[in-house]
């Protein structure tokens, strides 16, 4: 842009008649490069071809001095370009890019209109293959022709969630990026994503929008739920579960063939909105006899079961790992056990695990609520109490 601005600095006569041994018309395009199906906007700068500067003046239009845009297989020729205002010496316009017939979505279906039409400034349709080129040229003057172009080439589709981690209460968001989905750069198009988690696999399609006329960037939003089956743009998904979203991508550049097509895939991951801490109640610790009768005194040899009550505190199913940990008198750890199970919503649960003291003195039970071993996520804080054993 800033080379672009220089030009406009240097100075013409108006009606100046072209020098044929140092033509001067730069050909600009606005993208280094395009996709298939772009919208293409041509800029030539030729301060010569300003004949009147009271009046919006136009080049290339006719077959004396014709500006020809061209794909490998295709070409417009003559279209005319306009000036973009009275005495300015910048002429434009537009093309958009057609495509050949290709089927973007695996359903079958070609899912483009491939055509060759138009004389400009605004109104050209080009055909264009998967790896081509846009060139335009213009006929300066007599046997004088100046060009320029531009690749045109597929991509390859990235999906992105816009945050790692999701609180089972997000809104969650999705953005695909395919320049070669933008079918239509003058509407905003769809495209189809896939999304599941690991507690349901089969997951929901959803189709996401594009957030402009010629982005090429698709988004959709959907929410999370831990109690209600997927539908819509609802996925069931549990805290702890990876989360997915997948794409077949079926406009792949070299060196892919036209017929190829590649799973586009990423994850993120759902963790409770209720802070891990929270998520059980770990109450107090009891001693009963087999029969369930509380011990109110303890004495050494006498087996005894060590009780203690979960409760989850969430609207969905929880994983868990009880840890029973029993330190002797000399503050060292003399037992440690557990049990692993899960929790439905809102359950409460008694567990409970034997114990026979072997010395007399006080002893210091502890209990923990983790969401797995591999994890060590404490669900609910450390339950403590000590007891004496004659």
Do not use: C
Request: proline fraction near 5%.
């Amino acid at each position: 842009m800033f080379e672009l601005f220089l030009l406009f600095l240097i100075p013409f006569a108006y009606g100046e008649v072209p020098d044929y041994d140092d033509p001067f018309a730069p050909i600009f395009f606005d993208k280094p490069s395009y996709t298939w199906t772009d919208k293409i906007k041509i800029t030539i700068l030729a301060p010569s071809w300003n004949t009147d500067r009271n009046l919006i003046d136009s080049i290339g239009g006719d077959s004396t001095h014709p500006v020809k845009v061209s794909t490998r297989s295709e070409s417009l020729e003559p279209y005319r370009l306009t000036e973009t205002s009275e005495n300015s010496g910048m002429f434009s316009g537009e093309i958009i890019l057609s495509g050949f017939l290709h089927d973007v979505d695996g359903d079958g279906d070609f899912d483009t209109t491939p055509r060759t039409i138009g004389s400009g400034p605004t109104s050209g349709f080009l055909e264009s293959e998967r790896d081509s080129a846009i060139t335009v040229s213009f006929e300066f003057a007599d046997g004088v022709v100046l060009s320029e172009s531009v690749p045109v080439t597929w991509n390859v589709g990235v999906i992105q969630f816009t945050k790692e981690i999701f609180l089972s209460d997000d809104i969650v968001s999705v953005r695909l990026i395919d320049k070669d989905m933008n079918l239509n750069p003058e509407a905003v198009d769809n495209v189809e994503i896939e999304i599941f988690s690991e507690s349901d696999v089969g997951g929901i399609s959803v189709n996401a929008a594009e957030t402009g006329d010629s982005t090429g960037m698709f988004v959709i939003d959907f929410s999370l739920s831990q109690t209600s089956t997927s539908s819509g743009n609802r996925l069931y998904a549990l805290p702890g579960d990876e989360i997915f979203a997948t794409y077949d991508d079926y406009t792949l550049p070299k060196p892919h063939s036209i017929s190829d097509k590649k799973e586009i895939k990423e994850m993120a991951i759902v963790e409770s909105s209720i802070i891990p801490t929270s998520r059980i109640d770990n109450g107090l610790i009891l001693f009963t006899n087999s029969l369930g009768d509380e011990f109110l005194s303890h004495s050494k040899n006498n087996q005894v079961q060590i009780v203690g009550t979960i409760t989850n505190q969430q609207e969905y199913d929880q994983k868990f790992v009880y840890f029973f940990q029993v330190k002797n008198p000399s503050g060292n750890i003399e037992s440690l056990s557990w049990i692993q199970g899960k929790l439905s919503p809102k359950q409460t649960l008694d567990v409970s695990q034997s114990w026979n003291p072997q010395i007399s003195g006080v002893y210091t039970i502890e209990t923990f609520v983790w969401d797995s071993f591999s994890d060590l996520l404490a669900l609910g804080p450390t339950s403590s109490t000590e007891i004496i054993v004659e």
